[in-house]
C-alpha cells in the first residue's frame, strides 16, 4: 500500500476510547472476564496515555463486532502489533475504498480479510 508501511505507524484517530472497566460495564461483565475478551482477540486494546483503551468503533451494542475477531487473529498472525492492527482497522485502505472497520460492519468480512492476508506479502 503506497504511504503505508504497518512498521511506521501514528496515534489512530478515534472519536471514542473505552477503558477496560468502561468495557466491563458495557457488557456486564467483570473485568477478568474483558481482559479474556482482549487475550482471546475479540477485541484489540492499544495503550493511550498510559492506559488500555479500545475504540468504541470494535464494539456493536454491548458485545465486541463479531467479525472483528477473526480479522484480529490474521493480522497478528502476518506479524501486526496491536497498535498496528488497529492503525489498519482504522485507516482507509484504498483497495477496500474505505476504512476496513467500516467494511466490516457493512458485512464486507471477506474482502476485508482477503485484503489484510495480502498485506503479509
Known sequence: MPGWHPRCVA????NEWLT??????RF?????????LLEDRYL???????????PAEFIEGSHPLHDLRGTLILLGDNGYTD??????????DEVLGARPID???AGRKAEVRRVAQALAF
Open 103 to 105: 467494511a466490516l460492519r
Open 44 to 54: 484489540v486494546a492499544i495503550r493511550v496515555d498510559g492506559v488500555l483503551k479500545v
Open 11 to 14: 496515534a489512530p484517530d478515534v
Open 20 to 25: 477496560i472497566p468502561d468495557l466491563a460495564e
Open 28 to 36: 456486564g461483565l467483570p473485568l477478568g472476564k474483558v481482559r479474556r
Open 83 to 92: 497498535e498496528e492492527a488497529v492503525e489498519w482497522l482504522l485507516g482507509t
